[in-house]
């Protein structure tokens, strides 16, 4: 064998011995790790625990589950829109400062609260910060509430505050995610409550009315909505109190109260019993936070539907009046009550309104009504609750109390309350009348305008008669630039007088763009006196 055979042996052999040994040191490093690893794997880490289980899906149904199922479908989401607040700028020719655009909750502060007991209690317009400072000069306003549907024909019950002012309502039912379009049927700010339908929408299914008379205090009751704009939220809790007057402003609202949690967003929703009816529409909350704090208000459904069925019928609401106030302290009622006429019931007469129909009858100032037509009177609610039903024209039979022990039978016609009482109620019977321009023209004054009666003149102290009211003047229109104003009387309109809204729509008709126009109003003065005002404008080209 040579040398070089010899040495490429030496190398194989050397080649083969390395390669041996590192084969069994990784045999052995492998059998080290595993026998600890192994080692490792048997210590306990939960001594005695068991794997969880899932198990098959049961429903574990009760009566919140089984209601929540049934009124879902009923109750929808409300988003409103609202136009963009306008600037104020100045007329080109005079007659006074611009109004902006009032937000929907129009009575707000810039924080979103009114002051006083509406800083306590919050409305629920707006989700996120509940209102109050509304859509940014030259941007839309969005809000959003809730609704019930109470007739298979589309209506729908809500709050007025929820849709007040909206230049779009668009409803939203559950798991459906279409947006219907919905459109106000009337409303009732008095209550606060609104009717709005949509159409289109198939297979409506109605909640089941109740009875709010059969609620009693103690009782479970359910609130479905959109707090926060988290559609078909279910709450649960009890009522807490009946009959609680919130607001003494607010002479025909008296809540349920509940401790079912309601935030902003539930405004218009339902509140249910433990049956799953109806039994009240969820409107308000007492809170220093603007949210739910464990106190919410339902006006009952007995009052809701007495609302519905009126606005349905003639598309608002008319309330009788026999022309009387009285204290609405119930502790000033009461030592009245004792110093006048030594009794502890009744309603004791603090004013008589000049030419109503009480004062017509004979009643009088300090006089202690006793019942009407036969029923006892305890307090002033008992009278309210009975006149304010009674149709205008009807004749009531009052008993009465005077001078401490006389006792007179009066019959009193009922009359319109918003015509007896026009600053407090509405200043004219039914809603304004929007002007709007006829087939024959293409001119708009930009107004909204209310016959007056001559009750209602006699109530303002207008002694001459004629003349339209102006309620509202749209912003940026024609009426606001030559300086008309809502309480207006408007009397004569190039020198042709107006007696009533047809008056207006006939002159309207004969007028064309770049016509001169003068407006005769009659305007309070400082000393409160009627006194005559005059101005004028050219009707804008319509480009």
């Known amino acids: 064998m040579s040398f070089f055979n010899k040495l490429r042996t030496q190398k194989l052999l050397s080649f083969t011995l390395v390669l041996f040994t590192l084969s069994v040191g990784i045999v052995l490093g492998t059998l080290v790790s595993s026998g600890a690893k192994a080692a490792k794997d048997d210590r306990v880490v939960a001594p005695g625990a068991t794997p969880l289980v899932i198990p098959n899906p049961v429903e574990l149904s009760n009566a919140f589950t089984e209601i929540a199922k049934q009124v879902e479908p009923s109750v929808v989401n409300i988003s409103t829109t609202y136009a963009p607040k306008t600037p104020s700028r100045a007329r080109s020719n005079g007659g006074g400062r611009r109004q902006q655009l009032m937000p929907p909750d129009e009575d707000d502060n810039a924080d979103g609260t009114t002051g006083g007991m509406d800083d306590f209690l919050q409305r629920f317009l707006n989700p996120f910060g509940g209102g109050g400072a509304g859509p940014e000069v030259g941007r839309k306003g969005y809000a959003l509430g809730s609704g019930v549907v109470v007739d298979k024909a589309g209506y729908i019950l809500t709050n007025n505050h929820v849709v007040d002012k909206a230049a779009l309502i668009q409803v939203k039912f559950t798991g459906d995610s279409t947006d219907y379009e919905a459109k106000v049927v009337g409303v009732d700010s008095q209550t606060d409550l609104a009717v709005i339908r949509v159409e289109g929408k198939k297979d409506l299914r109605p909640a089941k009315i109740g009875n709010s008379d059969a609620v009693q205090v103690g009782d479970w009751c ?33 809540f349920i109260q509940t401790d079912a949690a309601i935030n902003p967003g539930n405004s218009g929703g339902p509140l249910l019993n433990i049956r799953g009816e109806l039994i009240g529409i969820n409107t308000a909350i007492a809170s220093h936070s603007g949210g739910y704090q464990g106190i919410g208000f339902a006006l009952p459904i007995n009052t809701a539907a007495s609302v519905y069925n009126e606005i349905i019928k003639n598309g608002k609401v008319t309330r009788g009046s026999i022309g009387i106030q009285f204290s609405a302290d119930a502790s000033q009622a009461r030592d009245l009550l004792r110093g006048f006429g030594s009794v502890t019931e009744g309603v004791f007469v603090t004013n008589v309104v000049p030419g109503g129909p009480a004062d017509k009858a004979g009643l009088k100032e300090t006089d202690i009504i006793t019942a009407i037509n036969g029923k006892p009177v305890h307090q002033g609610n008992d009278l309210v609750n009975i006149v304010t039903i009674t149709p205008v024209g009807t004749a009531v039979d009052l008993s009465v109390l005077r001078n401490g022990g006389k006792h007179e039978n009066l019959k009193v016609t009922v009359g319109n309350l918003a015509q007896i009482f026009p600053e407090r109620f509405g ?60 309480n207006d009387i408007l009397t004569a309109i190039n020198q042709h007088p107006v007696t009533s809204t047809a008056d207006v729509k006939k002159i309207q008709t004969t007028l064309k763009p770049g016509d001169a126009v003068a407006f005769r109003v009659l305007r309070k003065d400082r000393a409160a006196s009627w006194t005559p005002s005059y101005v004028a404008g050219t009707l804008p080209t319509v480009h």
């Open 222 to 254: 359910i609130a479905i909505g959109s707090p926060f704009g988290f559609q078909a939220t279910v709450t649960a809790g009890i009522v807490s109190a009946k009959e609680r007057d919130v607001d003494p402003l607010q002479q025909f609202q008296h």
């Open 427 to 486: 200043a004219m019977p039914g809603e304004p009348e929007v002007v709007k321009p006829t087939e024959s023209t293409t001119v708009s004054f930009g107004i909204s305008i209310m016959d007056m009666t001559e009750q209602a003149r006699e109530t303002l102290g207008l002694k001459n008669g004629g003349g339209v009211k102006v309620a509202e003047v749209e912003p940026n229109s024609f009426a606001e630039d030559v300086g008309l104003k809502p």
